[in-house]
């Protein structure tokens, strides 16, 4: 009997220190999986990327486009001010290098084809210049001295583009990451010099995101179109 007491009070620690180590093992699975959900939430969320693999082929937005019923944010290529590369002129404008790329980036809507579109430019000489070297003329400019960016995008956007026919805009990425916010990806990534945003415009006016393509996916993009 005196046996069974001595045994009993010898094994209780044990018991107890088990315990605690599954407690803390499972507390520690919970704190892992609960960084692993705060890290999955904080991961930014961006459009598709229409320039991984056929997806611009397989996307809607062939299709929108000759139906008109596209608006593309297209950010300016390299501004001088922000970079080490020689400036094509004013530092408020683009480098050399950003009107080289404005170009190539011109040359990939000429081959979708921009005989049912408008382009639209911000009064920026950033935008202005990049316009003028993607299309080679100046485009329309927005009527306010500032760019259409902010909560009402959207319906300012709706406002100059026309039936049957699609609204290419040279924006500022700020002005791009306002318009992802209202389309759901608060936390896009940044965009990149001269990407193109496509968005469709749905007949009730509702805008579906069909994805956004980056200016160094083109030259391998076009080649299979």
């Known amino acids: 009997m005196v046996n069974d007491v001595v045994d009993l009070t010898l094994t209780k620690p044990r018991s107890r220190r088990g315990?605690?180590?599954?407690?803390?093992?499972?507390?520690?699975?919970?704190?892992?999986?609960?960084l692993l959900l705060t890290a999955f939430l904080m991961w930014p969320s961006s459009p598709r990327d229409l320039g991984v693999g056929n997806r611009l082929l397989t996307s809607q937005v062939l299709p929108a486009w000759r139906d008109g019923d596209?608006?593309?944010?297209?950010?300016h290529e390299e501004r001088c001010d922000r970079s080490t590369n020689p400036c094509f002129g004013s530092p408020e404008?683009?480098?050399?290098?950003?009107?080289q790329r404005a170009q190539e980036l011109g040359k990939a809507f000429t081959k979708l084809g921009m005989g049912y579109?408008?382009?639209?430019?911000?009064?920026?000489?950033?935008?202005?210049?990049?316009?003028?070297?993607?299309?080679?003329?100046?485009?329309?400019?927005?009527?306010?001295?500032?760019?259409?960016?902010?909560?009402d995008m959207g319906e300012e956007l709706l406002s100059h583009k026309q039936p049957a026919r699609n609204l290419v805009f040279v924006t500022h990425s700020?002005?791009?990451?306002?318009?992802?916010?209202?389309?759901?990806?608060?936390?896009?990534?940044?965009?990149?010099?001269?990407?193109?945003?496509?968005i469709r415009v749905e007949a009730n006016g509702k805008f579906e995101t069909l994805g956004i393509m980056n200016?160094?996916?083109?030259a391998a993009v076009l080649k299979k179109l």
């Open 19 to 34: 315990y605690f180590k599954k407690m803390q093992k499972w507390w520690a699975g919970l704190a892992v999986i609960a």
């Open 215 to 218: 200016s160094q996916a083109w």
């Open 70 to 75: 596209l608006i593309v944010l297209v950010r």
């Open 93 to 99: 404008g683009l480098t050399v290098l950003g009107t």
């Open 174 to 198: 700020g002005c791009i990451a306002d318009f992802e916010t209202t389309l759901g990806f608060p936390r896009a990534a940044f965009p990149q010099y001269g990407s193109a945003l496509f």
């Open 117 to 151: 579109s408008d382009v639209l430019a911000s009064p920026a000489l950033r935008t202005v210049q990049t316009s003028q070297f993607m299309f080679g003329k100046a485009a329309d400019l927005t009527t306010s001295e500032k760019a259409i960016c902010g909560k």
